[in-house]
């Protein structure tokens, strides 16, 4: 029995010995922690950053340009024969389960961490942080501000594709929410907008700091308006069969036509933006002679092409850009990075010339062909044809020594606004322009696009001022600095000033949507060449879908059938 | 030990005294396989007289009758008996006992008789395993221990294994716990097999429980050689010399083979076939940057075409045939009366099959060890104070090449490739537009296709690195008054390392350049350290044993350090001596330099645990055990950080009732076993638990700062602060028994393993906003059987031994908390663009086979006629032609869709057994091993056949459809992508059934003749051995093993073209001084 206590007294020594809980505390070294942040402004820099981020989207076709792209009645499916994808988006069938799933979730990342700014930042105390607490109020008004713009933003992308989703606008809200009708979603989008454009400070461009650059303004969310309203009265009217003229509130109020022009009058006098006096020099192939400093590209040195950049008014190349509202900014990849080749602008990529390493004009996948019935419909004279449209085996556009037959739907024309640029090296080797501007270190074809992608600019403010209004002054001013006659006002000519302006730019899809032309938009047969062989071309719309794409088939599931599927998919 | 002998030395002389009158002296030594045995006894069968053998093994023993007969016994071994006569020289070997019941097995932190064992565990000698020849330990278990499946990860060198006990309990981390001499280690390849004495792997939730927290997968206990007690050092070396060569090579269509089939698929679609004369000479890149030399490229192979030239097998290209395999040990062991030790040096080397003679690819491997004990104070009875250590320090240098996805994977690369491009092309050398001579990618045909001795060369020829480990223990053991043990253990886990890479430059295609070279450096360095303490205490009271054992064991993560940086423009191009990251030019874009440093650690972290265990049996026939371990992780929110995991188990030796004497002529043992008990899993990563903010990089461009990005961070994960302990819970029921003298071994268990709150990541709705957090979100259960027999007998001089195992496992997810119920797979597997092939979804075995069903090929018109929607009779595809595949519409509703996709098959073995076989005869030993596995399936694709219609195809394709009734599997060729590849269906799986003779040795033991000789060498003995002489197997593919399964850790049997296991054929040497 001795021995036995003796056993117990040194086993309960041992226990006792090892004090336990200090061996578990742990502290995180790499990361911060969420009951802490968004506290100072460098927290909201970031998280701002962090609402921004999710514009990218891993998987391409949930890439908004690209979705839209393929889909509009002026691109075909384009690529290799193993590039089925492209070919079924473009042709209406779903190619295969979740295609815009990651456009659905990287939506709502966004727009989650947006709540949280809105949310955390009105009790945040930030006078410490600046001289003034008037200055600390109006640093609050911008990023609360911003953060319902990019929520808006989110939302309207959602609309766009997807219809009526589940509305979640507080850190708290339910997840697990059915999908909101399309007007109440309308609503939400229309609200923020609103409460976004009285609550951002009203700083004109020119006076916005160039580090500012790429974060939306007033000025911006005011042009939003506009295109909500545009998109949401025509899909009601033209879709949905449904007459509305006015753009509906969460509060049970409405926004109007005048309403909306009163924005667009707003912008339009105080943001400082305007039109660049050549429409060609927005695009980076106006640059690429000066890059090379040798005349790569014979037609942009006859026509004298300088670009105006892509920072805003003082970028680090180009003469001053004072167009371009909004953006999805872009850089280089790398293939190390988690999902590294999404902060490269893979439209670029994906619809420059197939299987042809030309100068200027690089290699890509040849996605999105262009329709050569907007070729011969346009009129020679508009010098934005031969400014969106890449004519192959042309000497004068670098072109002459493409080589046919090595994609799908050939047409012999793509997309030259977003497309691979590159130029000689120096050492008999060709590189990607941004690679040389930048001095990238990483050459490769697939990352090099750098180029901004524009989802607004100025002509855009102009143009819808005409269709709201029904009056030709904005339709003329991008007529004008196209060097074209003015003409009075119409739907129809506003239509084919819209096509033009804004071709392959991601709008044109949702043009036809609302305009309700999507029925019959795609209504062509059309000879083509798949990898050298001679075929016909002909897209399949149906008018069941009403213009929307399937909700991604993972998230019905998860939803547990909460989400209804859209009709026709 | 000297208290003894010198009590048989009195004996002996008393002995000596009374009987010397009547009878002779025997003497003589009694050894073992090692050496001599000091301490064995030596009785005259009937009689009281007998004596203990001394240091050296010797014996006398006076007054011994002529017609007396002497036994001979030690505790582990056979005893042998020996008729005298006239006899006065005696020695004798004593063989160990394989089925001795009073040999003693490791548990968790102590030994227990074999015979009292009340879970299912399984005890293998380090000898068996090194006798195996494996590269690394575990590998030689396959086929060895039943219930654990053991698979190699590829045939690569250096490769390892995947090990599953009792089927797959995660997704997650399923590999079991590795214990070392105590510590805890992550695997245990860096062990040479002749630094093993023994595994024993604990399967049952009973057995493993005293390890709690991190038993849930089961446990492997490994113990290090150790010296012996008061016998001289014996100094043995272990060699062996092989070659390895590819088992199974697959045939890639040749040049003509390969033109004739691609032009098939061409008229198939419609088109003309192609104008290959003109495709081989239109190469514009190296056209136009070389210029002359695409159209001489494609002109030279055209000639060669024409002069019966057959292409090139890339496969051939990139294997080296009889790659060497060598291994030396060295083991010195040994002790006096208060110290043993044990000293171990090895070193292994293997040149890897594919690429070893490109790249220099393979595995070496140096490991040393020594183990040290000494007893500082000790009285009669027992020592007082030992104290000892275990280090083991490895250092290895691994140069692998790509066996991966169809992204990275050299021999899939080979298998791809076209055949028509030459391998090598002195003009590229003239020329200057490739050092190495490799030819240029003709684009014409394909701007793709890229020399794949290039890729090989580029991507892993310019890595240098090595790693090291430490991995080790000090204890310190009191034994204060006689039973009452206390043992304090302090243990690391260390490791560090180098590498070194240069980045070359090259130009071979348009998609194959790259300008921009540079060097990388970096440096690891990390340590685990494991503090147990015990205290455990035996107690008799007369039929009536206990033993109860207390402790506490504190596991810290100390430092996992790892810093690096890498930059562009090396001043010596080209050179890799020089690749350092000093040598290079000052940097001139952000690009050009990157750096990176972290200690992982540094936050602490790691695991406090209670243990406690009973032991209690009655007479040796009713056993009884319970223990229990509380667990405290740092992986987990306070709170929830502890976990407790209890078991109980039993045994009754029904072969000891008074009842059972009527059984006991021809049964000798026969125990029953019951357990059950609680395991948990906490491999999460840390900090889960709270909502961590994450850095993302890059990150949003804002202003003109292109192309660096500003810092962008967000809430990386839903919070879930409630996330807790997996456990795993199993039962397990069994039963041992010995037959006809032990000749019989029979073993049998059933159990059922239920994982509850699993560890995952279940896929969470869009609409939360951040990532899918961890969750105790799922239940799995596997049951299974397990049955070993074996036979030992010996007729003479000649022994032999037959082991059978078998088991079978069934594995089936049962819950899954989100209401998809699924984890999905990755997709663009099989080829891009192709959806998942495997998956986890309640009701199924984890990580199945998921796609179309097919019902065979339309064959004629009449077929594609008949195959119609039910809703309407119009065909399910406008396109549908004979040779195309009939897709079954499972719900009948005129589509073949999503809602058609069914269970194909299962990558998991239901069946695997195993067989070894041991002969000998005077001196002369044959050994066999085989393994099977049975009812498991291999989704195979050697080609992306849904894409990239001009990759190569092996000559399987010549079993295609083209015509009536010429294949109902292989669909029609194509040169455009359609349905029949793209969807994934079962035309894509095979049957993998196997039965491998893993290994066959046959070898000469010289002992007796050295005795004889009185040779200064104890024992020598020669060998020659085939490692996987056959596989027995209907699978058509290079091996049926396939571990791979993509991105999902917990996905297998997806074979794209695997690196292929080896034959090696060997020829060793041991010899013992």
């Known amino acids: 029995m001795k021995k036995i206590k003796y056993f117990i007294a040194i086993t309960t020594m041992i226990v006792v010995s090892s004090c336990g809980d200090k061996y578990l505390d742990t502290e995180n070294l790499y990361g911060k922690s969420l009951e802490t942040y968004y506290s100072t402004p460098t927290d909201i820099e970031e998280a701002m950053a962090g609402v921004y981020n999710a514009i990218y989207t891993p998987n391409v076709h949930s890439n908004e340009s690209m979705a839209a792209s393929l889909m509009s009645d002026m691109m075909l499916g384009g690529g290799g024969p193993d590039d089925k994808s492209a070919k079924w988006v473009d042709n209406f069938e779903d190619p295969q389960e979740d295609t815009y799933r990651d456009m659905w979730t990287q939506s709502y990342n966004g727009i989650s961490r947006a709540n949280a700014i809105i949310e955390k930042t009105p009790d945040a105390d930030f006078s410490p942080f600046f001289e003034s607490p008037e200055i600390a109020q109006k640093y609050k008004d911008q990023v609360i501000g911003e953060a319902l713009f990019m929520r808006a933003f989110y939302y309207f992308r959602l609309a766009k594709f997807f219809g009526g989703v589940p509305l979640i606008v507080t850190i708290d809200d339910p997840r697990d929410v059915a999908r909101a009708s399309y007007t109440e979603t309308f609503a939400q989008i229309a609200s923020d907008l609103k409460l976004a454009i009285e609550t951002i400070p009203d700083t004109s461009f020119p006076n916005i700091d160039e580090s500012q650059f790429g974060h939306a303004n007033k000025w911006v969310a005011e042009a939003y308006m506009a295109r909500v309203f545009l998109f949401y009265t025509g899909y009601m009217t033209n879709i949905e069969g449904q007459s509305t003229s006015e753009l509906p509130l969460v509060d049970g109020g409405s926004l109007s036509a005048a309403n909306v022009t009163a924005y667009l009058d707003d912008c339009m006098s105080r943001s400082g933006y305007q039109l660049t006096p050549d429409f060609r020099n927005l695009w980076p192939y106006s640059y690429v002679n000066q890059s090379a400093g040798a005349n790569v590209l014979p037609w942009a040195e006859t026509e004298g092409l300088s670009w105006v950049g892509q920072d805003g008014h003082s970028p680090s190349f180009g003469s001053g850009n004072y167009e371009t509202m909004f953006v999805q900014r872009f850089s280089f990849g790398d293939w190390q990075w988690s999902n590294g080749n999404i902060y490269t602008n893979r439209l670029c990529l994906f619809t420059a010339l197939r299987d042809n390493s030309l100068v200027p004009f690089g290699q890509g996948w040849g996605w999105g062909t262009v329709n050569p019935k907007l070729w011969s419909t346009w009129d020679d004279a508009d010098p934005r044809k031969e400014g969106s449209i890449l004519e192959v085996g042309n000497d004068d556009q670098g072109t002459g020594g493409y080589a046919p037959d090595k994609g799908d739907h050939e047409t012999g024309f793509f997309n030259k606004k977003y497309t691979a640029i590159q130029h000689g090296d120096g050492t008999g080797g060709n590189k990607g322009m941004f690679v040389q501007l930048y001095n990238w270190g990483n050459a490769d074809m697939q990352l090099m696009h750098a180029q901004d992608f524009i989802f607004m600019r ?112 | 030990m000297k208290i003894r002998f010198l009590k048989g030395i009195y004996s002996l002389a008393f002995f000596m005294l009374c009987s010397f009158a009547h009878a002779q002296s025997v003497s003589g030594t009694i050894s073992d396989a090692s050496g001599p045995l000091p301490g064995a006894n030596i009785a005259v069968k009937g009689t009281v007289n007998g004596t203990i053998s001394n240091f050296d093994g010797e014996y006398t023993l006076n007054g011994v009758s002529s017609d007396a007969v002497l036994v001979f016994s030690y505790v582990g071994y056979v005893s042998q008996e020996v008729s005298v006569g006239n006899k006065s020289l005696i020695n004798v070997i004593l063989v160990e006992d394989a089925n001795s019941l009073e040999e003693v097995v490791v548990v968790g932190y102590g030994v227990q008789k074999k015979a009292l064992i009340t879970g ?91 390890y709690g927290s991190r038993a849930a997968n089961g446990v492997v206990l490994v113990t290090t050689v150790k010296g012996r007690k008061d016998s001289p050092a014996k100094i043995s070396y272990d060699t062996y010399y092989g070659v390895q060569n590819v088992y199974k090579n697959l045939d890639p269509l040749n040049a003509q083979e390969y033109m004739y089939i691609m032009d098939e698929g061409r008229v198939n679609d419609g088109f003309a076939p192609n104008d290959w004369q003109a495709i081989l000479s239109d190469n514009p890149w190296l056209e136009n940057n070389y210029p002359g030399l695409g159209t001489q490229l494609g002109e030279e192979i055209w000639d060669k075409l024409q002069n019966g030239w057959e292409g090139t097998n890339w496969i051939n290209e990139m294997t080296q045939d009889n790659a060497p395999v060598q291994s030396h040990a060295i083991n010195i062991t040994g002790g006096s009366e208060d110290i043993i030790y044990s000293f171990g040096a090895s070193y292994l080397e293997q040149e890897g099959m594919i690429g070893g003679n490109i790249t220099n690819a393979g595995f070496k491997r140096l490991t040393t060890r020594l183990n040290t004990q000494m007893v500082l104070k000790k009285n009669e009875e027992h020592a007082i104070v030992t104290i000892g250590e275990n280090f083991t320090y490895t250092n290895t240098e691994n140069r692998s090449v790509a066996a991966g996805n169809i992204y990275w994977n050299d021999l899939h690369n080979a298998l791809v490739q076209n055949p028509l491009q030459p391998a090598y092309w002195q003009q590229s050398i003239d020329s200057n537009v490739n050092e190495f001579g490799f030819t240029p990618t003709l684009d014409g045909l394909n701007t793709g296709q890229t020399n794949p001795l290039a890729v090989l060369n580029y991507r892993h020829n310019y890595n240098y690195g090595k790693g090291n480990k430490v991995i080790g223990n000090v204890f310190l053991e009191i034994e204060p008054i006689k039973d009452l043990k206390l043992r304090t253990s302090y243990g690391i886990d260390s490791w560090f390392g180098h590498n070194r890479s240069m980045n070359p430059t090259y130009h071979l295609g348009l998609l194959y350049s790259d300008d921009v070279d540079g060097a990388q450096q970096s440096q690891y360095l990390g340590s685990n350290w494991t503090w147990s303490t015990t205290a455990s205490y035996d107690r008799e009271l007369g039929d009536h044993k206990l033993n109860v054992l207390l402790g506490t064991e504190v ?115 026969t125990k029953i076993r019951a357990s059950w008990g609680q395991n948990g899993n906490q491999s999460i990563p840390n900090f889960i638990y709270s909502s961590q903010i994450a850095y993302v990089f890059p990150g ?80 799995i259960e596997n049951r299974g059987i397990e049955l070993v027999l074996n036979w030992n007998e010996n007729i003479g001089d000649f022994k032999y031994g037959v082991t059978f195992s078998g088991s079978h496992n069934k594995n089936e997810v049962t819950r899954i908390a989100n209401t998809d119920g699924i984890i999905h797979g990755p997709s663009h597997v099989l080829s891009q663009g192709t959806s998942e092939v495997s998956r986890v979804e309640v009701g199924q075995p984890i990580g199945y086979f998921y796609g179309y069903e097919t019902d065979g090929l339309l064959q004629n018109q009449d077929e594609v006629d008949a195959y119609v929607k039910p809703t309407d009779g119009s065909p399910y ?57 049975f009812g498991m399936q291999v989704m195979q694709s050697y080609r992306s056949f849904a894409d990239s219609f001009d990759q190569n195809y092996t000559s399987d394709i010549f079993n295609r459809w083209h015509g009536e009734g010429t294949s109902n599997t292989i669909p029609r060729l194509s040169t455009i992508s359609n349905r029949n590849t793209q969807y994934i269906s079962d035309i894509y799986m095979h049957n993998a059934d196997y039965l491998r003779i893993n290994n066959l040795t046959v070898g000469y033991t010289f002992g007796e003749i050295l005795k004889e000789m009185n040779a200064p060498i104890s024992n020598l003995k020669v060998y020659a051995a085939v490692n996987n002489l056959h596989t027995f197997t209907n699978y058509d593919g290079m091996d049926p093993e396939v571990r791979f399964g993509h991105d999902a850790s917990w996905a297998s049997g997806i074979d794209l073209g695997l690196y292929p296991q080896a034959r090696t054929v060997m020829f060793g040497l041991s010899v013992d001084f």
Not at chain 2, 581 to 597: F, L, Y
């Open chain 2, 555 to 669: 596991l810290q993560n100390q430092i996992n350090n790892e810093v690096g940086g890498s930059r562009n423009n090396l001043l010596f191009p080209g050179n890799p001596k020089y690749a350092y990251v000093n040598n290079t030019q000052s940097p001139e874009s952000v690009s050009d330099i990157n750096t990176w440093g972290a200690d992982w650690a540094a936050g602490g972290g790691g695991l406090v645990s209670y243990i406690a265990r009973a032991q209690y049996n009655y007479k040796e026939k009713y056993l009884f055990s319970a223990t229990v371990r509380a667990d405290g992780s740092s992986n987990f929110a306070k709170g929830n950080r502890w976990g407790t995991f209890p078991s109980v188990s039993a045994g009754w030796i029904m072969s000891d009732e008074d009842f059972m004497s009527g059984t006991s002529d021809f049964l000798d043992f």
């Open chain 2, 120 to 210: 299912a565990s399984v005890n293998l000698k380090g000898e068996d395993i090194a006798a195996l020849n494996t590269g690394t330990a575990m590998e030689a278990l396959q086929g060895v221990a039943a219930g654990v499946n053991i698979t190699k990860n590829s045939g690569q060198p250096g490769a390892g294994t995947r090990v599953t006990i009792r089927g797959l309990g995660t997704i997650g981390n399923s590999n079991p716990l590795y214990i070392v001499d105590g510590v805890a280690v992550g695997d245990i390849d860096y062990l040479n097999s002749s630094d093993i004495a023994s595994i024993d792997v604990l399967k049952d939730a009973a057995s493993s429980a005293i």
């Open chain 1, 458 to 569: 100025y002509a855009d403010v102009l143009l819808m001022h005409s269709e709201i209004t029904g009056t030709a002054t904005g339709m003329n001013a991008v007529r004008e600095r196209a060097g074209l006659p003015a003409i009075s006002y119409s739907l129809d000519a506003l239509k084919q000033e819209r096509l033009h302006e804004f071709s392959f730019e991601g709008l044109r899809w949702f043009d036809i949507v609302r305009w309700g032309d999507v029925n019959t938009a795609f209504n062509y047969t059309l000879n083509v060449k798949n990898s050298g062989t001679t075929a016909t071309y002909s897209p399949n719309y149906r008018t069941e879908t009403k213009g929307l794409v399937s909700i991604p088939e993972t998230e019905v599931r998860l939803s547990n059938g909460v989400y209804e599927q859209n009709p026709g998919w």
């Open chain 2, 877 to 933: 595809f406008n396109d549908l032609r004979p040779g195309d595949v009939r897709f079954v519409d499972q719900n009948q509703d005129g589509l073949i869709d999503e809602a058609d996709k069914v269970y194909l098959g299962n990558p998991n073995p239901d069946f695997e057994m195993g067989i070894q076989l041991n002969l000998e005869y005077k001196g002369f030993y044959a050994n066999t091993t085989l393994a099977g596995k």
């Open chain 2, 700 to 779: 949003y461009f804002f202003g003109d700062t292109k192309p660096v990005s500003g810092t962008t961070s967000y809430p990386a994960k839903v919070t879930n602060p409630d996330v807790t302990w997996e456990t795993s819970e199993q039962l397990n029921i069994g039963f041992d028994a010995r037959l006809f003298n032990s000749k019989l071994g029979v073993t049998f268990d059933w159990y059922k393993k239920t994982t509850i709150d699993w560890l995952l990541e279940a896929p969470i709705l869009g609409t939360s906003g951040a990532g899918a957090p961890f969750i105790n979100g799922g239940d």
